[in-house]
Every structure is written in C-alpha cells, then in structure tokens.
C-alpha cells in the first residue's frame, strides 16, 4: 500500500545517476524533452514515451491517468536544465519545476532532492499550543533579501521569545521582487532569494534554533505572468470565476491530476523541505464543490505525512470568514481570525472606512474577541451586506491566529504605515500586551517588536506591460472603499526598497524590544502551559480586565485607555509583574504571589 511518505512526483526525479522525467499532458499528441547539460550550449532533444503505448498496442498503466503521461528516463544530472516541446509549440519550463535558475520563463534545472547534509534529525516540531508566530518577507526582512541573510537572524527571534517563524511564499514569481502571492512555479524556490539549498539551510538553522518554521503557500490562485499551466492541461476551469479570473480546478473535468498536483505540492514542502506547517492563503476564493473540500484534503494528507514522519506539522489558513467548519469539519490547525485587530485598530487610529465600518465603537467585540475567539458569529456585517461569520463553539482558542499587523493589514494600506506611524507608542504597547498575553495564538509582523518605521509597501517587477498597468489600476481600485488616496507605484524599484526593515535601533526601539521579550516571558511561563481560556470585560467605558484562565486566573491584566485609570490594587494574593504608562495608555499585568 503506498504511504503518504512516498511521494511519487511529476517533474524531473534524479535516482542513482540517472532522471526520470514525468509530464501530464492529457489534450498532447506527442511531447519532446530539451535538455541543456552543464557547462554545453547546445541542446539536444529526447522524444518522451507516452505511458500505456507499448509494441503490442497493450495498454500498460494502472489508472487512467497514466494514460496521459509522458515519461522518460536518461542519464541527466543535479545542474542540468530542460524545456518541454508539446505538439511542436513553444518550449516551457516544467509545471513541477523544482528550480527556475533564469527565471519563470527560462528552463528547469533538475535538483537533487535527496544530496542536502540535514543535522535536524531530533527535531519533532512543535505543538500548536506553544506557537508565536513571526510573519516575514525573504525579500525585505534583511538588507540581502535572502535566506542566506535571514539565517544570520535566528538568534534574534530567538532571544525575542517567538516560537515558529511563518515565511511568506517563496515559490518562483515574475521578476526580482514580489510579495510572493503572483507566484507561478509552485514547487520551485525564488531564485534570488538562494534557490532550493538555501532554502534547506534556512530550515535547518531554525530547527537548530529551536524554531518551527511555515510555509506560506497560495492554492487559490496562480500569477499571470509565467504561468504555462494551460499549456499542459484542464488546470483551470471556467465553472468557477474568482478574482483573478478562472479557479483552479478542484471539481471539473481532469481535477483529479490537479488536485493532487496541489495535495503533493503541500507534502513536497513538509517532506523535502522538512517544514513544521503551512499556511494556506485565503481560503476563501478556493472554490470546490467536491464531496471532499481541496482543504481537508490537504489537511488530513499533511497530517497523515506528520504522523509517519513521526513529526508534529501544522496546518493554518487566511480567512476573512470566522467559519468554524475549517476547524471544525475540514480539519484545519488554525485560522486567521481577524477580528481583534479589526477592532483594536478601528479603536486606536479612529479610522472607520472599509471593513472597519463595523467595528467603530464595538469594544463589545474586542471582549468577545478575546474570549470566544471571532467577534462577529453570524451577525449583520455592513460592509458585506451580508451576515457574517459562525458561531465559535468546538474552536478552541488557540485555534484563532490574532495580530496588530501583518503583510496585509499594513502592505495593503497606500503608504504602506505600520502602526510606529499611526498610533502613539503607549498604544502600541498596550495593544501588544492584548495579543501576547490572551490565550489565542498571536502573530507579530517582522520588525513589529522593535518599532520599525519603514514602511511595507505593495511591491511587484512584472516584465509584462498590461499587468504592468492592470496593477497600478487594481490598487487604486482597491483604495476606494477605504477613501484613500493613491499610494506609490508597485513597479517602481525604489517601492520594493523602502519596504526593507532597517536593523539600525535607537534607544526607544529597544525598549520596545524588551518591552515584546518581557511579554513573551509571562507567555511561556503563564499562559503557555495552562488552561487556555480567558475572561474579558470592561470595568468601565476605559478600563479593561482580561483574566486567563477564566477559572482560577494565573494571569490579570488591566488596560486603560486615556483618559481613564485603573486603581492600583487588585485582590489580596495578586502582585504587579510588568507595568506601562505612556501617552495615557497604562497596562498593568498581575500574577499570583
């Protein structure tokens, strides 16, 4: 019986001095393989065997879609780079191209998947109960942009007290910068960023470190620029319609082959690149109306490659939904659960355009929040003009991700502001203490916990001139809502610069710093481990007590809004632990003696 360990790959498998080369190609009649060996210009051209064809005309495959798979086996080495010629068009990388060296239109270069020296065999992952989550970009997070650079990082999040480091994707996108949601080569590693070994070399490090890591991965929709899925086969289809166009086919004609496609692709990251999770992004705009949803089917297939690993790996998604079946029914680790930033965001900047419309004046829902998980359950949200949400009961409260920022929440606005330009620094350190002391599963943008002032801008290097355009059109688009004016150009080479975090502190930024490790240390020590459930309430319009647990607190904390104050005392038993008082916000944390 075939196990979930043995992944049985399309592309290019090197074994023992030779490579087997796999394509799908259901709609081709014939299929020719270019291959460029190292160091040699020139090409040479290898006609592949369709599976199933045979002397006799006996069909020789086990499933049906055998049938519409070429392959071919020769000595071809780790470095060497190929095209495929279907029906005599043009040449094209590999759908499952594990390296683009040139780029996403140049050819595949075959890797080895099995050569890398990996030191992290005691590692076991780690429970999602102890995850801190820290979200970065490869691109901007060092002054390099690489995961060379990010290496010489660790110990900073590491001394910072996070637990698991969530690496926005990194799958090969067109051009030398990107957020990385535009990606088109889902199995191969951006090359700028150090390609596929660095990438190892960036797992492993962490694992030494202690450090989970996850992968942020995009199963809603593919880029346009690069992408020659079409080229091959039904990928796509046109019963369903999504943002970018048509969805990916999760449920019509030929799905199977897709799905898997996408099913492997999430094992490939766990199993070759020895990942702790995923994150699975938007949720949402996956659009599958099979028996059994693409997303527990991804889940339960990671899980299942965990478990004989003997390893613990988690599964995340992005939704803007609050629907407990993602937890619940399909089998999903954690969901981003918006909501507390919402609230908390719309309370410290005064800003109520867009979704935030809903949350204006709603510190009800900040108290929800924190206690159940999700503040709207199936309530009216006026920006959709719809009901939102569902009822919290079975998802336990870790399993609701909560951030002050992430990639979205500031790269999405014009400007790109973090909340250093936004708020005063008491309010910072008042919303910093909400996330990381409430028993919800916090996550910090990179360079949050140090106040970085650079902006995160929406960044893109597009060598086509109509998405060069559509771009610019979408983001203006994308303000309206928020009444917004226009922000810089995506395109520009200077928008992606700026955008990089500036490691140079000044004394303020590290008492910020200090301020999240001292947070992160009454995490571990008293939330971490124990009960995790909260009791939240206002003790009058300014003043909030959060308690966790909710039964028999270990943890008691009161934050002040200005121009209210907590008393000093709290029960006899409770003794201060950690104490802020800027710009009118005061936190007081509590333990028991």
């Known amino acids: 019986m075939k196990t979930a360990i043995d992944l049985d790959l399309y592309g290019a498998n090197y074994r023992d001095g030779q490579t087997e080369f796999r394509l799908w190609a259901p709609k081709a009649k014939h299929v020719v393989l270019r291959l460029m060996r190292i160091g040699r210009s020139e090409y040479r051209d290898y006609e592949m065997r369709r599976l199933g064809s045979s002397d006799f005309g006996v069909p020789d495959f086990e499933q049906e879609s055998d049938a519409d798979t070429f392959t071919l086996t020769i000595d071809a080495r780790p470095g060497d780079r190929y095209f495929y010629i279907v029906d005599g068009r043009k040449p094209l990388p590999d759908p499952v191209s594990r390296f683009q060296p040139e780029g996403v239109h140049g050819p595949t270069q075959i890797v080895d998947a099995n050569s890398f020296p990996w ?52 799958n090969a996108f067109p051009g030398a910068h990107n957020w990385g949601y535009d990606g088109v080569g889902l199995y191969a590693v951006q090359k700028n960023y150090g390609g596929p070994e660095a990438l190892r070399r960036f797992v492993n490090a962490a694992h030494e470190n202690g450090l989970a890591v996850i992968q942020d991965v995009v199963y809603n929709h593919l880029g346009n620029e690069g992408n020659y899925l079409r080229e091959f086969g039904p990928y796509f289809t046109a019963k369903h319609q999504t943002l970018w166009g048509e969805a990916i086919n999760y449920d019509d004609e030929g799905c199977e082959v897709v799905r898997e496609f996408v099913v492997n692709n999430a094992l490939y990251w766990i199993h070759e690149y020895h990942m702790d999770g995923l994150r699975l992004d938007a949720v949402q705009m996956i659009k599958d109306d099979s028996r059994k949803h693409i997303v527990a089917e991804i889940a339960e297939r990671v899980h299942d490659l965990g478990k004989e690993l ?123 203490a909400l996330l990381l002391l409430a028993p919800e599963t916090p996550l910090l943008f ?19 001139e109509h998405l060069q355009k559509a771009v610019s059109e979408g983001r203006r688009k994308e303000f309206e809502d928020f009444g917004w004016d226009e922000g810089p150009d995506p395109q520009e080479q200077v928008t992606f610069e700026r955008s990089h975090l500036r490691w140079n502190w000044n004394e303020s930024q590290q008492q910020m710093f200090h301020w999240y490790q001292d947070l992160l240390r009454l995490r571990r020590e008293l939330v971490v481990g124990g009960q995790r459930t909260c009791r939240t309430e206002w003790l009058s319009d300014g003043v909030l007590r959060m308690q966790v647990p909710a039964e028999n607190p270990s943890l008691y904390v009161l934050a002040s809004l200005p121009g209210h104050r907590a008393e000093r005392q709290v029960e006899t038993g409770w003794f201060p632990v950690l104490r802020s008082d800027e710009d009118g916000y005061e936190v007081q944390v509590f333990t028991r003696g």
């Open 310 to 432: 003997g390893r613990t790996v988690v599964v995340t998604a992005e939704t803007d939904e609050n629907d407990a079946c993602y937890v619940c029914e399909y089998g999903v680790d954690a969901v981003w659960s918006d909501d507390f930033h919402h609230v908390v965001h719309a309370m410290l900047t005064g800003e109520e355009n867009g979704y935030y419309q809903d949350f204006v004046g709603r510190r009800d829902l900040l108290v929800r929040a924190l206690n159940e998980g999700p503040g709207f359950q199936g309530e009216m949200f006026k920006f959709w003009n719809a009901e939102r949400g569902t009822t919290a009961a079975g998802v336990p409260l870790p399993a609701n991700i909560f951030c002050m920022q992430n990639h979205d929440q500031v790269g999405n606005r014009p400007k790109g502001e973090r909340l250093t330009e936004l708020v005063p620094r008491g309010a910072r350190k008042w919303a910093a």
């Open 446 to 464: 990179m360079g949050e916990e140090f106040d970085e002032a650079a902006p995160f801008q929406f960044f893109t290097d597009y060598g086509d």
């Open 119 to 170: 030191t992290d065999q005691k590692w076991r992952g780690l429970e999602l109960a102890k995850y801190v989550i820290y979200e970065l970009h490869v691109g901007t997070f060092t002054p390099e942009g690489t995961l060379e650079a990010a290496i010489g990082k660790l110990s900073h999040l590491k001394g910072l007290g996070v637990t698991a480091i969530e690496v926005m994707p990194v």
